[in-house]
């Protein structure tokens, strides 16, 4: 016999008796009452939580699933933080991708919003995350929202908010808004009644600065008119990208762009993967078997609000290889470097950027070119940050995370696979033009800095239990960390939470100049790197894990990365990870 908890039956009635609620949301209720009380404890038992990233959950009836009444409540809370912030007339502008109901919750949020007095923007259409950033400063908006739910699966949307700078919100206004939100603790404490007069739909012009913007970051148009017909397969996985990847790559002289068309079409089911998520061979894998058809040079593929992309290049075998993250990151970066350097614009005021997860083949790029790196925490949002607080100080050049997402210039505040695609194919084109491939560029970049080699492992725990798990094994080693891992000793332990860097061999405790997350490091001896992280969006425990060694053009890049994997297995045995 299952019960409903107390908790559980207060909600529900709460739903019941609100003259907010409609009839059928009721009658969902009601039947759950009498025959499905399991159902109505998934449904009811706690609030969907509103975070620092926003809300993210499984559609559905209930306080704990994305709905009309959760976004509407969520938005009023937001509504009730900005008119305490912003003084005079406040603009939110608002995005959605091709999630289901995306549009649905776009207008619930429009309509809240314009209730409260507060103008909104809506882009007419389903467009990229990173033009949602752009629009925001370039509208002159007090704040942002986009509907998405990234690469999770089908069954979920989600709820993004961004502040005035166009990034994601960070303290104190991530706190204060889910004070707020936390505040509305029924629906009929929304104002769901909008103000047509206040909703007003985003014309081209915000689309055109952006590309404006794009194309001031191009440094080989030379090449470009030379070697546009580099051949690219594209795909968008169903998601947002179709609408600008294309016609941005089009209008800048690339003339061999093929998209996967199962997939161009936008598509809330997904329905031609199991996943749409980019890191994935297997969400690739139609853009793959397209390229080996025509021989393309380039693959690329983003995820359904187009702010990360995946990318495959051909080796010196003509196989087409799929690059992780911090490979992409380091092309990136590496071209855009020795493209400022030969232009003569590196003055000693610009800087990279990358995450406290991602490759330290960036900080050695940095070094060599005489740049600034700085180090955030796991999240472009703090990306964001410094580009806000070094802006008129020092130039950001470009960064990234091993996620799969870069940027580069300052006017979108969050990563950017539009304009992430356009560099990579610019990239692509400039090594058809001076006679090597992209992959010819990584090695050089090995044998430059050293052969890094990186891995992710994420342990999924679900519920209750699960957490606890995850807080048992973080727990686990702080108390006990390795004293040795793959044949190598243990020199540094870098507590982000506690924010100590512990040297092993003197005992010594310097501080960490970053915010508190739990986050665990271990530096060994010869310079290998592993990383524990609890994710902040699903129920998961993130081991990252970074070796490096020697590499020279005589070296086999395959072989030498095939005997660092086999080193990472053990050292995951060690750690009873696997």
């Keep these: 016999m299952i019960y409903m908890t107390e908790e559980t039956r207060n909600k529900a009635n709460t739903w019941l008796q609100s003259d907010a609620v409609d009839a059928q949301t009721k009658e969902v209720i009601l039947a759950w009452m009498e025959s499905d009380p399991k159902e109505l404890n998934e449904a009811f038992y706690s609030d969907l939580e509103f975070g620092t990233g926003g809300l993210r959950g499984i559609m559905g009836v209930g306080t704990m699933r994305m709905n009309k009444y959760t976004v509407g409540m969520a938005t009023q809370g937001l509504a009730n933080y900005l008119k305490v912030q912003f003084q005079g007339d ?35 259409e389903l467009r990229p995350t990173p033009l949602l950033s752009f629009a925001v400063r370039h509208l002159g908006a007090q704040a942002g929202i986009v509907l998405t739910a990234s690469h999770n699966p089908k069954e979920y949307n989600g709820y993004k908010v961004y502040w005035n700078d166009g990034a994601q919100v960070l303290p104190p206004h991530d706190k204060g808004i889910i004070a707020q939100v936390r505040n ?18 985003i014309d081209d012009t915000v689309e055109k600065a952006y590309m404006a913007q794009v194309k001031t970051l191009i440094t080989a148009q030379d090449a470009i008119q030379r070697a546009g017909d580099v051949s690219v397969v594209y795909t968008s996985l169903h998601g947002a990208g179709i609408t600008m990847i294309p016609p941005v790559l089009a209008s800048l002289g690339f003339s061999r762009v093929t998209s996967v068309p199962e997939q161009s079409i936008p598509d809330g089911n997904f329905s031609t993967v199991q996943s749409p998520n980019p890191e994935e061979r297997e969400a690739l894998s139609m853009a793959l078997k397209l390229a080996d058809q025509i021989n393309a040079d380039l693959v690329l593929g983003t995820d359904p609000d187009t702010d990360r992309v995946g990318l495959a290049v051909r ?22 470097l020795n493209q400022w350097r030969n232009s003569n614009r590196l003055t000693g005021a610009q800087y990279i950027a990358k995450t406290i997860v991602t490759t330290d083949l960036l900080q050695r790029m940095a070094d060599d070119f005489k740049v600034d790196c700085y180090e955030t925490l796991t ?23 091993e996620s799969y997402g870069y940027s580069a210039g300052e006017f979108v505040r969050d990563k950017d696979a539009v304009l992430s695609s356009v560099l990579f194919c610019e990239l692509a084109a400039w090594c058809k ?86 986050v ?13 992280r609890p994710s902040g969006t699903e129920p998961k425990i993130k081991f990252y894990f970074s070796l490096r060694t020697e590499f020279d053009a005589s070296d086999d890049y395959h072989s030498k990365s095939s005997e660092m994997q086999a080193r990472i297995e053990t050292i995951c045995a060690e750690l009873s990870l696997k």
């Design 90 to 124: 406040i603009h939110v502008a608002i995005a959605h991708d091709s999630r289901n109901n995306a549009s649905f919750f776009t207008q619930t949020a429009a309509q809240v919003l314009s209730a409260n007095g507060i103008h909104v923007h809506v882009f007419a």
């Design 184 to 201: 509305v603790s029924s629906p009929d404490q929304v104002q769901f009644v909008g103000n047509p007069a206040l909703i007003h739909t």
């Design 315 to 336: 080796d010196h075998d003509h196989k087409l290889m799929l690059l992780n993250g911090n490979q992409a990151a380091c092309l990136l970066v590496y071209f855009q």
């Design 379 to 401: 999240g472009f949002k703090y990306i964001a940050e410094v580009i806000r607080n070094m802006e008129g100080k020092q130039v950001f050049i470009a960064g990234g995370e």
């Design 433 to 518: 033009d001076n006679g090597q491939s992209m992959w010819d560029m990584l090695m050089e970049i090995y044998t430059r800095y050293g052969l890094f080699h990186e891995y992710l492992l994420s342990l999924t725990m679900k519920g209750l239990d699960g957490l606890a798990q995850i807080q048992q094994m973080m727990s686990q080693l702080r108390l006990n960390p390795p004293m040795q891992l793959g044949g190598s000793a243990l020199v540094e332990i870098r507590d982000v939470q506690e924010g100590t860097l512990r040297n092993i061999r003197t005992g010594e405790i310097t501080k960490m100049d970053l915010p508190a997350s739990n």
């Design 520 to 532: 665990l490091q271990f530096i060994l001896e010869d310079g290998s790197k592993i990383s524990a």
